[in-house]
């Protein structure tokens, strides 16, 4: 017997008797327990209760005065399940020692209790209650790893040393496609042929990892990595198209003007040249390659996103009702086009110039990819984009979407054209076939518009183009739309041209100068400030260039409109880069010149805003 532990158990004693309850006390203290004594039933359920960890043992007499000891020991057990009760009985009824010994108590001892007896039963009654806690602690730990082989998003193989599986966990059982029977008759190389240099049956990205635990079993950790290098692919793509955009959008910006003054020049020497003149062939052409030019440049301003988009709320059904006579002539009459319009289609916030020609893009790549004839459908739905769906690709937001959809039953493509078909100057058709800029400006103009677009395409069978843009929310957007008269307006306000680029500036005061306006130029928006405070007369317009250096078009009119409120505002641009005046054109607030421009053009735009009312 020792007379010291380690830890002293607490011994819960339960006796009516006071000097019986300090004998026993006593002699348990003196062998190291720590004892707790209570004379009555309560009591001792209260001091249980109380206790920060349940007593080990439990001695119970079994006549308390206010409570039957078989039913103490009952209550003990909902609050201390692991205690060892040991009964104590004074009448030596066997009768009743037994009732208690089916209540659940563990051993019983007779009174009078002989000191060395209970110190004895006691010491039985510990051990067992260490063993059944360290049993129980045991199994909570074996619960708690079986719950993480079980949830873990990682798959795990347990495996002997010859490769043969022991145990896999379910997400290995669905990575393998298997139930854990069949799995367990196999080996890793069988169940993951992919981790063997030996062929990959799919197009899994999987990383394996291996670990010997003890001797002869190895633990294979396999994580599914398919998801996330898609994922990556995806960023890396889009940041290439972003680099190539801003590229193509600096170039299409300092085309723009210099298209504008080839445009205006040819043009104003065309209206001063008589019928016959021997040159005016001459200058036709070259107004021709700069309208040209000009569309060329239109579509990288598309793609790099920084073209003005002219928003209203459109029905995207009433777009392909427009195009389909035009579509149907050109894909020619081997291919037959069916169209599935969704009739409760929600209105989109888009530019319908530009949907058309997302739709004519789609379209004429769709005849491409069919030279043999087949069908090509359009269809129109509204959608939904889930959590899920934005976990799968980079981009659009889950959220409420009508989709536009172009199917074709052509050649279909392989992954790498796939990967590669929204590059601008990407193209597998032949030289002089193909700009490679068709899908380019497609992406461009649907990313601009807060949409996006997906291919699904498979070799020999076909492709869908699925376009998605986001359901309009907002009220319907007021439009500016210019009205085209066949003469060129005239007036006698006075306009502040505020232009950057000499050549425009010089231009746009020769033409508005010989339309009868009094025209004050500025070369920064500094300039234009001084003017607007030293001008003594009335400034009836501001036609401003967006992008320039120090203040931009936006900013200065801003300071314009807080020294003379009434002043109407012209912007001219090729292209958008500050988020404020996108926005302004976006909602229509804002009167806008593209550029390029002609004479007739700016002239146009310059009475139409100052006739607002
Ligand atoms: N419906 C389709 N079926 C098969 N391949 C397609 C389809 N649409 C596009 N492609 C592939 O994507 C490439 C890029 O298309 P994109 O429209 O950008 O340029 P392009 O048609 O070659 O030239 P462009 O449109 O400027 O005349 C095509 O060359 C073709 O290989
Ligand atoms: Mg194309």
Redesign the pocket.
């Known amino acids: 017997m020792k007379s010291s532990r380690p830890e002293a158990l607490s011994v819960l004693v339960v006796d009516d008797d006071t000097q019986m309850l300090k004998t026993i006390k006593d002699i348990l203290r003196l062998r190291g327990y720590s004892a707790v004594i209570a004379a009555t039933g309560r009591e001792a359920l209260k001091v249980t209760s109380e206790m920060v960890n349940a007593p080990a043992v439990a001695l119970v007499d079994l006549q308390l005065p206010d409570m039957d000891g078989i039913e103490l020991i009952g209550r003990l057990r909902e609050i201390a399940a692991l205690t060892e009760v040991v009964i104590l009985t004074g009448n030596a009824s066997i009768d009743s020692a037994v009732r208690a010994l089916r209540e659940n108590s563990n051993d019983y001892l007779l009174k009078p209790v002989q000191p060395e007896l209970l110190v004895g039963t006691i010491e039985r009654a510990g051990e067992r209650w260490q063993r059944h806690r360290a049993e129980l602690a045991m199994s909570e730990s074996e619960e708690r790893l079986r719950l993480i082989f079980d949830h873990v998003s990682d798959a795990l193989f347990i495996a002997d040393d010859s490769g043969r599986i022991i145990d896999a966990n379910p997400a290995a059982c669905a990575l393998s496609s298997q139930s854990l029977e069949t799995i367990r008759a196999l080996t890793m190389a069988e169940v993951l042929p992919e981790s063997s240099p030996q062929g990959r049956s799919d197009h899994r990205v999987l990383d394996v990892r291996s670990a010997a635990f003890a001797p002869g079993v190895l633990v294979y950790t396999v994580r599914d990595l398919t998801r996330q290098r898609k994922l990556e692919d995806q960023l890396v793509q889009a940041q290439k198209m972003e680099a190539v955009g801003q590229l193509a959008g600096g170039v299409a910006h300092d085309f723009n003007n210099l298209l504008t003054v080839i445009m205006s020049y040819s043009s104003m020497l065309l209206a001063d040249m008589g019928a016959n003149d021997a040159v005016r062939g001459d200058i036709q052409e070259i107004s021709d390659a700069a309208q040209r030019a000009a569309a060329l440049t239109r579509q990288l301003l598309a793609f790099s996103r920084k073209q003005v988009l002219q928003m209203r709320a459109v029905n995207v059904n009433s777009v392909v009702t427009d195009v389909e006579k035009m579509l149907r002539r050109l894909i020619g009459e081997d291919i037959l086009l069916t169209t599935h319009l969704d009739p409760e289609l929600a209105l989109i916030n888009a530019d319908p110039g530009q949907l058309e020609q997302v739709l004519i893009?789609?379209a004429?790549?769709?005849r491409?990819?069919m030279p043999q004839g087949g069908d090509l459908t359009i269809t129109t739905d509204n959608a939904e984009l889930s959590d899920e769906h934005g976990e799968r690709h980079l981009g659009a937001a889950p959220g409420s979407y009508i989709m536009l959809a172009v199917t074709?039953t052509?050649?279909?493509?392989t992954k790498d054209?796939q990967q590669r078909?929204?590059e601008p100057f990407?193209?597998?058709?032949g030289v002089g076939?193909?700009?490679?800029?068709?899908?380019?400006t497609v992406h461009g103009i649907v990313k601009q518009s807060g949409g996006d677009v997906y291919v699904y395409?498979e070799l020999g069978h076909?492709?869908t183009?699925k376009v998605y843009f986001p359901r309009l929310t907002t009220a319907e957007p007021v439009t500016i739309t210019a009205e085209h008269r066949a003469i060129t307006p005239r007036g006698s306000e006075t306009v502040l041209l505020a232009e950057d680029d000499e050549a425009i500036r010089t231009l746009g005061a020769r033409v508005l100068g010989a339309l009868g306006y009094n025209v004050l130029v500025a070369r920064t928006g500094g300039e234009a400030l001084r003017i607007v405070a030293e001008h003594k007369g009335q400034i009836d317009l501001i036609a401003t260039d967006v992008v320039m250096p120090e203040m931009n078009g936006s900013q200065l009119v801003e300071r314009v409109l807080e020294a003379r409120p009434g002043i109407r505002v012209l912007f001219m641009s090729g292209y958008t880069d500050d988020e404020v005046m996108r926005r302004g054109v976006i909602d229509g607030q804002t009167a806008f010149l593209q550029k390029p421009f002609t004479p007739d053009l700016l002239a146009h735009k310059v009475r139409e805003v100052l006739d607002l009312p």
């Open positions: 893009n789609l004429v790549n769709a491409d990819a074709d052509g050649s279909g493509m054209v078909l929204f990407y193209t597998t058709k076939k193909g700009t490679g800029l068709g899908l380019a395409s076909g492709t183009f």
